[in-house]
């Protein structure tokens, strides 16, 4: 099923069909509720033993060249690892999220993963508050996470890149890895095909 944002300039589908149990376009943005035991995520020691992959995305692919794709997200936490994310897929084995997730210490933080074969997961810092700005930048062949807790002021969280030749798609995604499943409000979405200039100076 085909969605359309008018924030953004390229149409998004669930991938793989995979939708959450409830899901709305809003006036704001988007809602969506994370199914229980759902996640994507490879344990790097032990590749074999791997989260189900089985989080609900929704994606689509940005226009070509330089871009910035932010949105304030806000989670209903319940459980462990309860997240929504902005969520970068190249191939099944090429992927990355930046994550406000709810830590083991039932603190929301600001989390990236990046995924090669086996997943890089780092944490960033702790948010206080249900809510924060997340933003994805792709600049040439690289990509680059910053948070904010006021949609102005931008924290750089890492830069990567995939290291594969292959159109990367963009978007959504909700998890709930350990618990029944949590609401996610995505809003405050934006999109602007302009090449960020320093990854460091807040802007």
């Not at 704001?28 to 791997?50: F, R």
């Not at 189900?52 to 929704?58: T, V």
């Not at 070509?64 to 936490?77: H, K, L, M, P």
């Not at 997240?83 to 084995?93: I, M, Q």
Request: hydrophobic content about 40%; charged content about 20%.
């Amino acid at each position: 099923m085909t969605v359309n944002l008018p924030s953004l300039p390229f149409e998004l589908e669930w991938e793989d069909a995979v939708e959450p149990p409830s899901w709305q376009v809003t006036d704001t943005g988007l809602e969506a509720t994370a199914a229980a035991k759902t996640d994507w995520y490879v344990h790097a020691p032990d590749p074999a033993n791997h989260a189900p992959a089985n989080g609900a995305r929704l994606l689509g692919l940005p226009p070509e060249g330089d871009w910035q794709f932010s949105a304030r997200i806000t989670v209903d936490f319940n459980g462990k690892y309860d997240a929504g994310t902005l969520f970068l897929l190249a191939d099944e084995t090429h992927w990355s999220k930046l994550c406000f997730e709810y830590s083991p210490d039932e603190q929301g933080m600001v989390v990236s993963v990046v995924t090669r074969g086996v997943s890089d997961d780092a944490n960033a810092w702790n948010v206080e508050g249900d809510s924060v700005w997340m933003r994805v930048s792709r600049i040439g062949e690289g990509f680059a996470f910053h948070a904010s807790s006021d949609g102005e002021r931008w924290e750089f969280v890492r830069c990567f890149g995939f290291g594969v030749d292959a159109p990367v798609k963009a978007g959504f995604g909700v998890q709930a890895p350990e618990g029944e499943g949590c609401k996610v409000a995505f809003d405050r979405i934006a999109f602007t095909s302009a090449t960020l200039q320093d990854l460091r100076n807040g802007s």
